[in-house]
Every structure is written in structure tokens, then in C-alpha cells.
Nanobody, 128 residues
Framework: QVQLVESGGGLVQAGDSLRLSCAAS????????VGWFRQAPGKERNFVAH????????YYADSVKGRFTISRDNAKNTVDLQMNSLKPEDTAVYTC?????????????????????WGQGTQVTVSS
């Protein structure tokens, strides 16, 4: 069974940077998609970023495009999310998720129902 563990969250000021890491253990899946989602208290879970198995295809939510970068290290079996120019509205619990297969279209890869494994989440707080 795949297990995902996030790390790297913390309390920072607006304009600062953070790098989140998602480490996978257990069985890995070929052609599997990995995504980052975030959820603030009382809010719906929102898509943040996606990366395909090879790392050659990425997709970002409009709210983070140009500021966040998703990447993966297949040798270490990790997926990272580099977050620059952080804003207070980025404050949320960030969770990584993995799908058994691959996802191509935006309406599919942004839907959390299409992901099968989830980490516990890591808190990111950005102060003004």
C-alpha cells in the first residue's frame, strides 16, 4: 500500500519561500499522476499543482501559476512543491495525492476524486 508523507510546512511572512516535499513509501505505480491540494478551515479542498510520472508534464492552478513549481526526483521517489512569493491567501493545509494511473485533461487531473492515496498534510501559514 502506498503511503505519502508531506514535510516542509511552516510559518512565514508574505514574500517568503517554502519548499514542500512529498515522500512515497510502499508500492509505486507506473504512469501515476501526483498532485498537490490545499484546504483552509471551512473551505473546500482546491487543486494546486500536478505532475505526471516522468516529470515532463505539469499543470498549475491559476492562483499559483508563475509562483509555484512542482518537480519530482524519481531516484528518491519524492515530489516537491517550491513556493515563492507567498501570499496570505496561500495559507492552508497542503496535501499531496497520488493516482493509480495517469491523468491528462485539466478537468480530470484537478479533481481530487481521481486520486487514490493521500498524505496527512502539512500546515503553511503566511502572515501579512
Amino acid at each position: 500500500q502506498v503511503q505519502l508523507v508531506e514535510s516542509g510546512g511552516g510559518l512565514v511572512q508574505a514574500g517568503d519561500s517554502l519548499r514542500l516535499s512529498c515522500a512515497a513509501s510502499g508500492r509505486t505505480f507506473s504512469n501515476g499522476a501526483v498532485g498537490w491540494f490545499r484546504q483552509a478551515p471551512g473551505k473546500e479542498r482546491n487543486f494546486v499543482a500536478h505532475i505526471n510520472r516522468s516529470g515532463g508534464g505539469t499543470y498549475y492552478a491559476d492562483s499559483v501559476k508563475g509562483r509555484f513549481t512542482i518537480s519530482r526526483d524519481n531516484a528518491k521517489n519524492t515530489v516537491d512543491l517550491q513556493m515563492n512569493s507567498l501570499k496570505p491567501e496561500d495559507t492552508a493545509v497542503y496535501t499531496c495525492a497520488a493516482a493509480r494511473g495517469y491523468l491528462i485533461y485539466s478537468e480530470t487531473l484537478t479533481n481530487p476524486m481521481n486520486y487514490d492515496y493521500w498524505g496527512q498534510g502539512t500546515q503553511v501559514t503566511v502572515s501579512s
